[in-house]
């Protein structure tokens, strides 16, 4: 009886934290003992049962009510390169260099462990995301680039995998919103096991001159209130139809719905981010753009802070 009660107990234990939005992000395959932020961790909160902001209808029609939502990731290619932000994950054997930015009064200086064979998003934004299995350590660059034979970048931050701490006020990161990029990436072992447990990271093309948590940066010198601050937090309504979408496009969706989206840059309306991989179904994830705008409401997340 009392093995009965213990195990209970901790049935109901874990259904109270999966409740409360307190399940984990899933570690990347090839860093399985660093958790992607801890579980109490802004991008890991479902905001599913908080209310909607009271201006949500102005600020989704400022980003585009019409506009359909469109998944900036997948397994082809666009222009030749490959569509989405990949993900370099190293050990602590890697050798560490310098960089040098043109941001420098607001990037971490580093050094960074670059290898030779990092793997960059494509066009000019040339992200670059590495993680240090060893250390559970993040850095995320922007625009890096070889200079002769150094390392430039517009940009750098280096994250801790296991804290909370957020860049200090007023700082940029690898985003514009002084946010982390990894943790709001769609990634397709997360769809394999069936479920995406963290907020996904969206662009929108006209933000407001001011930031919210978990945002620590603004983009703009536009004042007007009812464009966004970086940081918004925006969510599919609750009973937005997902039973008709093939799988891959459905579990994002649901994340969309739990979870919501982070606004973490300027960009075209409503594109959310994810990791390249050959084993996405491009043709399931397109069908994500009969999603508009006018679907999504924006959450009053003032209440999400980390619960320690």
Request: a neutral charge; charged letters at 25%.
């Amino acid at each position: 009886m009392r093995l009965a009660a213990t195990i209970a107990g901790t049935a109901a234990a874990l259904a109270v934290a999966l409740a409360a939005g307190l399940a984990s992000a899933l570690p990347l395959p090839r860093a399985p003992r660093c958790p992607i932020f801890p579980h109490d961790n802004a991008w890991n909160q479902r905001v599913d049962l908080l209310p909607a902001a009271g201006n949500s209808k102005a600020l989704i029609r400022s980003i585009g009510a019409d506009a359909a939502l469109h998944p900036d990731f997948g397994a082809g290619l666009w222009e030749g390169e490959r569509i989405g932000i990949p993900i370099t994950v190293v050990s602590a054997r890697q050798k560490k260099t310098p960089v040098s930015f043109d941001y420098a009064d607001e990037s971490d200086r580093g050094p960074y462990p670059i290898p030779p064979n990092v793997e960059l998003e494509g066009g000019d934004d040339a992200h670059a995301i590495i993680v240090d299995r060893d250390s559970c350590k993040l850095y995320e660059l922007y625009a890096l680039e070889r200079d002769g034979g150094a390392w430039h970048a517009g940009s750098g931050a280096i994250w801790s995998l296991r804290s909370n701490r957020l860049r200090p006020a007023g700082w940029t990161s690898a985003d514009a919103a002084g946010l982390p990029i990894l943790p709001g990436l769609a990634r397709y072992d997360e769809v394999a096991r069936g479920r995406i447990d963290h907020a996904l990271r969206f662009t929108a093309p006209h933000t407001r001159r001011a930031y919210v948590y978990p945002a620590r940066h603004d983009a703009s010198d536009l004042t007007d209130r009812d464009l966004p601050p970086m940081g918004l937090r925006v969510r599919l309504r609750a009973d937005f139809p997902t039973a008709g979408f093939p799988r891959q496009a459905r579990i994002v969706l649901q994340a969309l719905k739990r979870y919501g989206m982070i606004l973490a840059d300027n960009g075209s309306s409503w594109f959310i981010t994810g990791a390249p991989d050959s084993r996405w179904n491009d043709d399931d994830l397109h069908t994500l753009g009969r999603v508009k705008g006018a679907d999504f409401e924006v959450v009053d997340a003032s209440s999400v802070r980390p619960r320690r």
